[in-house]
């Protein structure tokens, strides 16, 4: 879809000028190449810190005090527009990072309905909505072991991007359906609310307990960080959190039995590197994003320490193999955060860093874990903010606190003081659309200044498939695919699960069942009044994006 839009910068450049950002922290890194020299079995572990713009990154490093692994590592930048827009959601930017497809807002995994970014070929409008191989898919057919893991709801839209292919991000029940029937072999991060029934807000609506399905086709499902690190299985589903995982510094200051991102990227490397093939792994830090959009400068720096440390734990794996590729990359920028605001126009050349980095050190939770622990009076409001770093509140301000309206304001006045206590800039509650920092590693690594979309095909050639070979055979129209059969075809209501649909296909005496999102295809074939039945495994899942049905392409073999 992509024309030819390419501006290749050398990847050193970009390095060296990072280098000498980092000041008095550039002599602790140490750039480093590896062999381009292609080896079986390859390897491939893609990182995303959602919704990080390089101020947060800089920032970052400046609050730890040393180099963040990730700078070893600089390679380029990537564009992030998406197939509408200058600025990116995660979902249409998830979908070109796995699929190497740009698409539109909301969509997951599915081709877009509208093109109008400059650069870019339209698509025709029956292939709108036509879901896309994504590179997790390839690996898997090359019989790789593959993972995915997430701070947030697994089914959140970027793990999604990776692992799913519907019409709206929003659609958890059928993105954690289509998740369990991908066969994952180790998934890992919040979202257990999802794959139940029940009145929550994002429990089933169908009635169908994934859980119940994971147990009984040979997952070790664990909750917290002690099952996880004692688990000796290959197949792994860790649910440590109904909905999200808590952020990281909350983690350590709840000392909470959750996870760290480290953890769960460590222990899903020892897991999938036992398979012969080689592995895909996906690792999200899921929640700079929010608190991003929040602006809360807490919650952002101490999330991409976290995430850095899942870098980190990535790169000791590459080095030891010789055959691993990493990337580590942002999907898009949000809040336009900077390091200097409006009380520094006039001054900043006299300002040093430690007066922006002491404000923030006095933090022991970010504004969402701070916030739990407000009383419904507010009577214990000094106290919250102190956890937030606010310890020196005047009588206006914390006047001021105390008579918000809502949580949204609260949160809204209580970020803005810690920005200006610390002189930090926000242009935005939103997402922003600028190019972002490019990280990799490993042979046949990716540099210089790239499309989003470019990486899925980067990572396709190296663990030696086509996606688009791929989208052919994993997803045809299965109405164009029986009527040329002489089938007659319908969409019903699947009879065991309320709500979901079934693709139907009927000549003579045989009827096929595709259920929606399911793996397998029921065959019934009536002989002397007598119904048989079987049940036939496909080589991927069934979608359907509200308006076809697609299919396996073997699938037409189904009934001989």
């Known amino acids: 879809m992509k024309k030819n839009l390419k501006n290749k910068l050398v990847g050193m450049t970009v390095a060296g000028a990072i280098v000498a950002s980092s000041f008095s922290y550039a002599s602790s890194i140490n750039f480093v190449s590896a062999d381009d020299k292609t080896k079986k079995p390859t390897n491939v572990i893609m990182m995303v810190m959602d919704g990080t713009s390089s101020g947060a ?11 963040l692994a990730m700078e070893e590592i600089a390679s380029g930048a990537v564009r992030t527009y998406s197939a509408e827009s200058a600025i990116t959601d995660s979902a249409p930017a998830a979908t ?14 599915v081709l877009p309905s509208v093109v109008n970014s400059p650069g870019l070929d339209q698509v025709a409008e029956e292939e709108a909505f036509k879901p896309v191989a994504n590179v997790l898919e390839g690996a898997k057919k090359q019989g790789k072991a593959t993972g995915i893991i997430s701070t947030s709801e697994i089914q959140h839209a970027t793990p999604a991007g990776f692992s799913a292919h519907v019409t709206s991000r929003s659609n958890y029940g059928d993105i954690a359906e289509q998740q369990v029937y991908q066969g994952i072999d180790v998934v890992l991060g919040g979202g257990k609310e999802a794959l139940q029934p029940g009145e929550e807000r994002n429990s089933r609506k169908d009635g169908e307990d994934l859980v119940r399905y994971l147990e009984g086709n040979g997952y070790d499902l664990v909750e917290d ?8 299985s290959n197949k792994i589903w860790g649910a440590f959190a109904p909905n999200a995982l808590k952020y990281d510094l909350d983690r350590q200051t709840s000392k909470s039995n959750e ?3 480290a953890d769960m990227t460590k222990k899903a490397i020892d897991t999938l590197s036992k398979d012969k093939d080689g592995f895909f792994l996906f690792v999200e830090g899921s929640k700079i994003d929010w608190s991003a959009h929040g602006n809360d400068t807490i919650g952002m720096i101490t999330d991409v320490i976290a995430f850095d440390d899942a870098v980190n734990e990535a790169l000791k794996f590459a080095k030891k193999d010789g055959n691993t590729m990493v990337i580590a990359v942002s999907d ?11 009380n520094t126009s006039n001054t900043y050349t006299n300002i040093p860093v430690s007066t922006y980095v002491d404000p923030l050190k006095k933090a022991t939770m970010t504004l969402e874990g701070a916030l739990t622990q407000l009383k419904e009076d507010k009577s214990n409001m000094k106290e919250v903010a102190a956890l937030y770093g606010l310890d020196d509140l005047s009588d206006e301000e914390m006047k001021s606190l105390k008579e918000a309206k809502d949580a949204r304001a609260l949160q809204s006045l209580m970020s803005k003081m810690l920005a200006n206590r610390a002189n930090i800039g ?18 046949s690594r990716p540099f210089g200044t790239v499309e989003n979309t470019d990486l899925a095909k980067t990572m396709a ?3 030696g498939f086509d996606l688009s070979k791929l989208t052919d055979e994993l997803y045809v129209n299965a109405e164009g695919m029986y009527a040329k059969k002489g089938y007659t075809t319908e969409i019903l209501k699947d009879g065991n699960y309320e709500n979901n649909e079934v693709f139907v296909a009927t000549k003579g005496n045989v009827r096929i069942e595709f259920p929606i999102n399911k793996n397998y295809a029921t065959v019934y074939r009536t002989v002397s009044s007598k119904t048989f039945k079987s049940t036939k495994k496909l080589d991927g899942i069934t979608v359907y994006n509200e308006k076809d049905f697609y299919i396996h392409s073997k699938a037409s073999s189904l009934v001989k």
Do not use: C
Not at 430 to 443: I, K, M, W
């Open 57 to 67: 990154t800089t920032l970052a490093r400046w609050y730890k005090g040393e180099a």
């Open 96 to 109: 070109a990072l796995a699929t190497g497809h740009k698409s539109n807002d909301k969509y997951i995994g």
């Open 225 to 232: 960080r002690n099952e996880l690190l004692s688990s000796k």
């Open 259 to 261: 996870p760290s991102l």
């Open 332 to 342: 898009h920028g949000n809040s336009g955060i900077t390091i200097g605001n409006m």
């Open 426 to 443: 926000f242009t935005t509650g939103g997402h922003t659309g600028e190019d972002v920092f490019l990280y990799s590693y490993g042979p």
């Open 461 to 463: 050639k190296f663990m």
